[in-house]
């Protein structure tokens, strides 16, 4: 039997956690996209070996111009807050932008998508980008009175303009925090406060399902709730979506808001030298929840990030400059900073951004995108395909466009929903990676490398080159590769895109991530430090990586851990189903039992044998112990505006506790109906 034949028969077995989320095969990609692929060396594998740990990543740092090279691969002398190549000096909107002028200024950077398709797709240039960036980097440093090292709050929707403004900020050493823009003003002052912001910068509106939507008035709140918190904003910068016209209703406020398009006037021409930011100096913050109530800023520095965002932008998103490249995230994740943003444009690549809804103003929307300009690579999550396929399933058939590489992110998987992407969006022609990481790793930690692993439905792969993940038990053993056990996934090593701490906190830094599984918290050495993920994965025999979801989204029945993806996978293998949501349930004898919510496809009707023909699947899927309490039909899910699945807020309803606040939803209004439904049975 060869080595690929042994792989393919592997399979995981019984185990004290069992993970029941049956092992698919291999799917090979096509040889035409391995003779176009920017990485088809294997041993890449090798030379990013442990042994090889840390000097491997100058692989990576070396596909960046620096003013002056480093001196240090890596720093461990303030463990765990490695500092990545000491002593090098860089710009990351110089790298991003003026190192391609001489020879594609003339080349499209981003492809503005508005969300109304009576308006024209705006196609900005390097040439004009430069300009643009120039002008406004101006603006922040003589008007706004902006210097390095500080921070600034971006409350921006998804135009052209907030690429505009972070890298305006980069060029300058300004510290950016991007607000995702469907946040709400108070969110946003939270995070104001945080970073002790004084000058936000917002936009007045933007389209969203076909509505425009007044933004500024968020602004307004935010800088209200800010101030009562304590932190002051004297500067309000106001984009126009429309430039020379006012698209809100909220009123200028004299003395504080300004209008960015009316400012810009005054630095017509004006071109700003970029700093020479130390390698270790922070680019970013981007705050996200964890366990308690307090988002956190997740910090990421300048020469390692844009290392590691540019190195796996090139060889797992394989970039190359004459591709265009849609991801669908919001620029206000780290997905769109790292994969719409940095990395893209540093490798001088054209980066699609688009304002609006995907299936705005039908389910062929994303399609025609795709056409019209030519996408080739494409990149988005399970939420937005299994939402794509709800409203579509064949709607990418009746489109004629390409894509030589598609990305799935944000949560695991299910192989049903993988291949659909893969057959009907992919066309089968298509390559798929599985990108499993996190706000706070900066870019991917577990892929397969497109041209050289093969994919697995369900799977996110290997680590990357560089990444050496472990799975730990409860009591810090490692288990073995391929038991079928699941345990929490660590990485053993740092790497040049993991943050550097929780912005002006560093103690919860080392106590929520590197705490449980330190050896010696005096130990300046990274061998002592792993990371803790806070998922739980499995690890096939083969090496690659099942990640189940948080450590907090596993439940226990019965003394049986289960994925609550595993169940929900089960649940859409019957062709109705179209999303499915499990939540714990407190049980008096068996501790937890699942509750499943599940929506279906349009047109059919949810009757209570469709129900129990749920129950059977996931009972015959898995087996009696992951028998669902009731499986719940509703009309929607309650979803954030980024389109996760609440199940906190399920899981509050099916426990007939208080579901909190749940007015910054997309859909609040669900909410109340699948009370009712529950609590009248
Ligand atoms: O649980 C994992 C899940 O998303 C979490 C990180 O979320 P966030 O910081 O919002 O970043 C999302 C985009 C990187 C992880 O802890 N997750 C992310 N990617 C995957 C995933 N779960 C399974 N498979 C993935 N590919």
């Not at 000096?89 to 969300?115: G, M, Q, W």
């Not at 990305?407 to 291949?419: D, H, L, M, S």
């Not at 990274?526 to 083969?542: C, F, H, I, K, T």
């Not at 496809?601 to 023909?613: F, I, M, R, S, Y």
Request: hydrophobic share 35%; net charge negative; charged share 25%.
């Amino acid at each position: 039997m060869t080595e690929k034949e042994k792989r393919e028969v592997v399979e995981t077995t019984e185990a004290q956690i069992a993970v029941h989320w049956q092992e698919e095969g291999y799917v090979n990609p096509s040889g035409k996209f391995v003779a176009q692929a920017n990485m088809t060396d294997d041993t890449i594998y090798e030379r990013f070996s442990l042994d090889n740990f840390p000097n491997c990543f100058k692989e990576y740092a070396d596909l960046l111009d620096w003013y002056e090279y480093w001196h240090t691969t890596l720093d461990t002398s303030d463990a765990p807050c490695w500092k990545w190549f000491a002593g090098g000096k860089i710009n990351a909107s110089y790298n991003c932008i003026d190192r391609h002028l001489a020879k594609n200024k003339n080349k499209t950077a981003i492809h503005f998508v508005p969300e109304l398709e009576s308006e024209k797709v705006e196609h900005v240039t390097y040439q004009e980008l430069f300009v643009r960036v120039n002008e406004f980097a101006a603006l922040l440093r003589d008007f706004a009175g902006l210097k390095r090292g500080d921070r600034v709050t971006l409350h921006l929707p998804m135009t052209a303009e907030l690429p505009i403004t972070m890298l305006a900020c980069a060029r300058l050493g300004v510290i950016h925090s991007e607000v995702f823009g469907g946040f709400s003003g108070n969110a946003c002052a939270d995070r104001i406060v945080d970073s002790q912001s004084r000058v936000l910068i917002t936009m007045d509106a933007y389209y969203r399902g076909g509505k425009l939507i007044d933004h500024k008035e968020k602004a307004d709140t935010a800088v209200g709730k800010a101030e009562e918190d304590g932190q002051k904003v004297d500067k309000v910068l106001v984009w126009q979506r429309y430039p020379g016209k006012y698209s809100a209703d909220t009123p200028m406020v004299e003395g504080r808001d300004y209008f960015v398009n009316d400012l810009l006037k005054d630095y017509y021409g004006v071109r700003v030298e970029p700093e020479r930011m130390n390698a270790e100096d922070p680019l970013f913050l981007m705050y996200t929840s964890g366990t308690t109530g307090k988002p956190k800023g997740c910090q990421h520095s300048t020469g390692g990030y844009l290392a590691y965002v540019t190195g796996t932008s090139k060889y797992v998103q394989d970039i190359h400059p004459e591709d265009v490249y849609w991801c669908m995230a919001d620029i206000g994740w780290i997905t769109g900073h790292s994969y719409i943003v940095y990395g893209p444009l540093a490798l001088c690549a054209s980066s699609v951004i688009y304002e609006g809804i995907p299936t705005y103003p039908d389910p062929g929307r994303c399609w025609r995108i795709a056409q019209d300009l030519d996408i080739n690579i494409f990149h988005t999550a399970p939420t937005a395909i299994r939402a794509l396929r709800k409203v579509g399933p064949d709607e990418p058939a009746k489109y004629n466009y390409h894509f030589k590489h598609m990305t799935t992110v944000g949560e695991p998987i299910e192989p049903e929903v993988w291949k659909w992407y893969y057959e009907v969006v992919g066309k089968k022609e298509a390559i798929i990676v599985d990108t499993w990481w996190q706000t706070e790793t900066g870019g991917f930690l577990c892929s397969t490398l497109p041209a050289i692993t093969p994919m697995k439905p369900g799977s996110a792969g290997p680590g990357m080159p560089g990444i050496h993940p472990v799975i730990l038990d409860d009591d810090g053993n490692p288990i073995p590769t391929g038991s079928g056990k699941a345990g929490n996934i660590c990485i053993q090593n740092p790497w040049p895109g993991g943050f550097q701490t929780i912005w002006g906190d560093r103690d919860r830094f080392v106590r929520q991530y590197y705490e449980r599984y330190c050896k010696d918290p005096k130990s300046k050495d990274w061998r002592d430090w792993p990371y803790l993920a806070g998922d739980a994965a499995v690890q096939a025999e083969d090496g690659y990586y099942r990640i189940l979801g948080r450590i907090d989204d596993v439940i226990n029945v019965s003394g049986h851990r289960l994925g609550t993806k595993e169940i929900e996978s089960a649940a859409l293998v019957v062709p109705e189903v179209v999303e499915a949501a499990v939540v714990p349930v407190k049980h008096d004898i068996k501790g937890i039992e699942p509750d499943l919510y599940v929506s279906l496809k349009p047109g059919v009707e949810g009757t209570e044998e469709l129900a129990q023909k749920v129950s059977q699947t996931i009972v015959s899927e898995i087996g009696a112990i992951a028998r669902p309490r009731k499986v719940w039909i509703v009309p929607d899910m309650p979803k954030t505006r980024s389109g996760k699945i609440m199940r906190r807020v399920l899981g509050a309803i099916s426990n007939n506790a208080d579901v909190g606040d749940v007015m910054t939803l997309a859909n609040p209004e669900i909410v109340e109906a699948i009370t009712k439904m529950v609590q009248e049975k």
